[in-house]
């Protein structure tokens, strides 16, 4: 099947990633060893419509919302971590992008393509996750109808396979945030593989320098405010379907750990010199432990939908990834003591899980900041609500 061709044995995202993640778990250690980039994934989860999910059906995709994509994430992170954490970087965008044109009708002729030829969206966006004033060192200079980019991105999530990088750069002249569609094929753009890390050592995240990049100004998809651009609702859209589906795939994780830590009670040297009722405590940790993780996720993703605007949508989605992830690093330390010493040796998937769930501390934004974030946006509402109950009393008297 040649690339963009469509596939319809499957649309529902979640069948999707549970028919294909044995296959990738297959190859996951393997990448894992050596560092490469699993671009037979990429293939299979183009031809299987994977990466087109969330486009709406009318414009070619599945229609697949929030929900579904989030669930969807979580089954992929089971199986393979880093080919879904990866993959979260092009679906987020791709998610937004749909909540864009069911709201205005925007962002059609990305999502056509999406649908139609299996294009991947790029990001290193979540740099501007922060509660405060920010701003990149990367410039856009207008030059005409051209703007002329430069600068130097980090932690680039599935450089090998993008098609189309979103970049924030600082325009020289207003020093606005602008979101910029950089193709990867331009003159100037250069991967420069830098990614030899501890976990996730397969998403290929890694350095992408621009070096006076053109593109027409039409390609501008954002103007985010000079400073503390997180509180954008156009910015805070997109984070809203970043957080939930990033947090899946930790959580998918530890869907992983806790059943391989179930698998090894009563095998082995470690449980025959266990005693009983310590064995079903830790059993019982690990339950807690995972609930908590699943709750946070489920209920996370259903306190998005229901709140008012993107902003407090986002500050949801805060919440959900602190709670959820918490609880999931607990839910694989747990598994580790379950299973005990065996664990510590390569050959042992709780290995790799252990350490891919560690990156799940350096996913903006990350403690303490995101718990400023979440403080300072509930003490607002706090006030905004006093000060209507006073303007409320005063037209009452």
Not at 146 to 172: C, H, W
Not at 326 to 332: L, P, S
Not at 341 to 368: C, M, N, Q, V, W
Request: charged fraction near 25%; avoid cysteine.
């Amino acid at each position: 099947m040649t690339r963009g061709e469509r596939s319809n044995e499957m649309t529902n995202m979640i069948e999707i990633a549970e028919a294909l993640r044995t296959d990738f778990d297959s190859r996951a250690a393997e990448h894992d060893r050596d560092g490469s980039f699993p671009h037979e994934n990429y293939d299979q989860l183009r031809e299987a419509g994977y990466l087109r999910g969330p486009v709406p059906e009318e414009l070619g995709g599945g229609g697949a919302d929030l929900v579904e994509t989030a669930r969807a994430q979580r089954a992929l992170g089971y199986g393979d971590a880093s080919t879904a954490l990866a993959v979260n970087m092009h679906l987020f965008q791709v998610g937004a992008a749909a909540d864009g044109w069911r709201g205005s009708g925007a962002n059609e002729p990305p999502l056509r393509k999406i649908a139609a030829e299996g294009m991947v969206m790029g990001s290193t966006g979540a740099e501007a996750i922060v509660a405060g004033e920010w701003s990149t060192p990367t410039t856009a200079t207008l030059d005409g109808d051209e703007y002329v980019i430069s600068g130097r991105k980090y932690f680039a999530s599935q450089a090998p396979a993008t098609d189309m990088l979103r970049v924030n750069a600082a325009d020289s002249e207003t020093g606005e945030i602008l979101v910029v569609g950089v193709p990867m094929s331009a003159p100037g753009v250069e991967i420069v593989e830098t990614w030899d890390t501890l976990g996730m050592r397969a998403t290929g995240s890694h350095d992408i320098v621009l070096e006076n990049v053109r593109v027409p100004a039409t390609a501008v998809a954002a103007r985010l405010p000079a400073s503390a651009p997180a509180w954008d609702p156009k910015f805070a859209n997109a984070i809203k379907w970043f957080l939930p589906l990033m947090t899946g795939v930790y959580v998918g994780i530890a869907d992983r750990a806790r059943d391989e830590a179930l698998a090894a009670v009563g095998t082995g040297r470690n449980s025959s010199f266990r005693d009983e009722a310590l064995t079903e405590m830790l059993v019982g940790q690990l339950e807690g432990a995972h609930f908590r993780a699943d709750a946070a996720h489920e209920q996370g993703v259903a306190r998005i939908l229901r709140a008012d605007n993107p902003v407090d949508a986002m500050v949801a989605g805060i919440t959900l990834k602190d709670a959820a992830i918490d609880a999931a690093v607990e839910t694989v330390e747990l598994a580790n003591q379950i299973v005990g010493g065996k664990s510590f040796f390569r050959k042992s998937i709780l290995e790799r899980l252990t350490r891919d769930i560690r990156a799940s501390a350096y996913h903006p934004p990350s403690a303490p900041v995101s718990s400023q974030m979440v403080g300072r946006r509930t003490l607002s509402l706090r006030e905004a609500s006093a000060a209507v109950e006073a303007a409320e009393a005063v037209t009452a008297n």
